[in-house]
């Protein structure tokens, strides 16, 4: 009999959980219900809330909807889009995670509170996703957003840095973006270096137990199955880790990817995900592999 096993710490994160449920609700309701882009980064829940009856607009159909309420997902969005909502008499339903919007508040009083001649917001992110945006959106697009080491020579070595964090992010890169920023300003800057640099890691704390997690979960099996979607950045990081862990590591998007040849010699199979792939979603991937085991 092969063992087969769900990570434990893997499913939703609480922000998406939250939005998953609430959309859920209201559409079982009755409700008209409008998604403002993707609820999460994930083909399958997407299509899942789409045959519940979810209707998923972008960002220049806010200004044409028929009457319906618009659910904002968890990774936030910039003061514009409730402008932009208010002025056509939008209702909204607030789904931004707690957790992103304390760092929307955090990175706006920062930005209130610093010298602009002499200080510098930098972002570590992804400039492309929704809560980047978001975040920009606090600040006037007055920030810098580096997601990678190599960006760091397009910091003005002559300005405090002000460093905060995307929450998804990898924590272990983050500490390795703050080591190349005070390298970079030691290295570059007039003034005394350490005084020119000010960090706040604000990672989900959630995703800060994610890596660890993982590593004790990924190396117990013969096989690794990792689920989420393709588009997921989170998703991407944390397959790319168990990889690290498991050289025998399978990313899939559905259980319908799986192959039963995969399996041949196996013992043990582990699956796992990322913070925007469900329990539910496991568990399914998880009686696939029964189901192919067992035939």
Known sequence: ??????????????GVDEVIKTAEARLQNGEVLYGLGDMVHNAAEMKRLQVLGLK????????????????????????ETYITAAQYGVEIIDGTCPIVARLQKK????????DHSKEQLVIYGKPDHPETIGLMGQVNGDAIVLSSVEGVSS???EKRVLLFSQTTMDPEQFKEMEKALKNYLRNTSKETKYAQFKSDCTICGQMKKRKPGLSRFARKYDLMLFVSGKNSSNGKMLYEYCL??????????????????????????????ATSTSREQLESVMKQVKKLTLS
Not at 244 to 269: A, D, H, M, R, V
């Open 1 to 14: 009999m092969i063992k087969i096993e769900i990570d434990p710490g893997a499913g939703f994160c609480f």
């Open 244 to 273: 690290s862990l498991n050289p025998s590591t399978f990313w899939i998007s559905e259980k319908e990817e799986i192959e039963k040849q995969w399996f041949e010699g196996c013992q043990s199979i582990g699956i796992s995900g």
């Open 107 to 114: 990175l706006k009083k920062a930005y209130d509170d610093m």
């Open 155 to 157: 910091i003005d070595p």
């Open 56 to 79: 998923t607009i972008d960002h220049q159909q806010l200004t044409s909807l028929p009457p319906g309420k618009v659910l904002f997902r968890a990774h936030g969005e910039p003061p």
